[in-house]
T-cell receptor, first 117, second 114 residues
Framework: AQKVTQAQTEISVVEKEDVTLDCVYE???????LFWYKQPPSGELVFLIR????DEQNEISGRYSWNFQKSTSSFNFTITASQVVDSAVYFC??????????????WGAGTKLIIKP | DTEVTQTPKHLVMGMTNKKSLKCEQH?????MYWYKQKAKKPPELMFV???????INESVPSRFSPECPNSSLLNLHLHALQPEDSALYLC?????????????FGPGTRLTVL
């Protein structure tokens, strides 16, 4: 069965520290997609990244980086030199490229990230 | 430009009221979605429209009635809601349906049912 686990319910760090948010997934399929979304207190879900199962290259975008490891079924997200504006709930999500996926994203429970000034 | 707009931002309604939530996108996307999100939970899919036709209804009570007047607009009509329906309602769109395409979300409508 498909499942996404974000074991860290809440993380609190001081500004400028690096922080890694963990995401572990379960899927039966060889073709699937993984996503990260950010949800600040305003409520809007902001798309951060989409990665398919055949592309294991790590991704870097400014202070954000993602480490995709199929061997451990993980897709972790690191923020370098965190800033107060990074405070938000971060969701990891999985989608399988099959007809049975029923158009659904399988969401993790989310990790609340608090960056203290 | 990846923008989905939603109105109103906040809505308070009584259990006997009828109201509507509106969503609009101008990205040429052919799939649109309604989600419900309770506090401290991930979003739950309610409805999916593909090419203006309802393709998914996730066993949502009939007091929620979706409508897709055209490819850019999505409405959610509300009638006789219950207090437990209070939540953040999010609209999203993607270029195609299929779950694997990136969904872009609007800012949401915070609904309170008294």
């Amino acid at each position: 069965a498909q499942k996404v686990t974000q074991a860290q319910t809440e993380i609190s760090v001081v500004e400028k520290e690096d922080v890694t948010l963990d995401c572990v997934y379960e899927t039966r399929d060889t073709t699937y997609y993984l996503f990260w979304y950010k949800q600040p207190p305003s409520g809007e879900l902001v798309f951060l990244i989409r990665r398919n199962s055949f592309d294991e290259q790590n991704e870097i975008s400014g202070r954000y980086s993602w480490n995709f490891q199929k061997s451990t079924s993980s897709f972790n997200f690191t923020i370098t030199a965190s800033q107060v504006v990074d405070s938000a709930v971060y969701f990891c999500a999985l989608s399988e490229a099959t007809l049975d996926s029923n158009y659904q994203l399988i969401w993790g429970a989310g990790t609340k990230l608090i960056i203290k000034p | 430009d990846t923008e989905v707009t939603q109105t109103p931002k906040h809505l308070v309604m009584g259990m006997t009221n009828k109201k509507s939530l509106k969503c609009e996108q101008h990205m040429g996307h052919r799939a649109m979605y309604w989600y419900k999100q309770k506090a401290k939970k991930p979003p739950e899919l309610m409805f999916v429209y593909s090419y203006e036709k309802l393709s998914i209804n996730e066993s949502v009570p009939s007091r929620f009635s979706p409508e897709c007047p055209n490819s850019s607009l999505l409405n959610l009509h509300l009638h006789a809601l219950q207090p437990e329906d209070s939540a953040l309602y999010l609209c999203a769109s993607s270029q195609w349906t299929g779950g694997t395409d990136t969904q872009y979300f609007g800012p949401g409508t915070r609904l309170t049912v008294l």
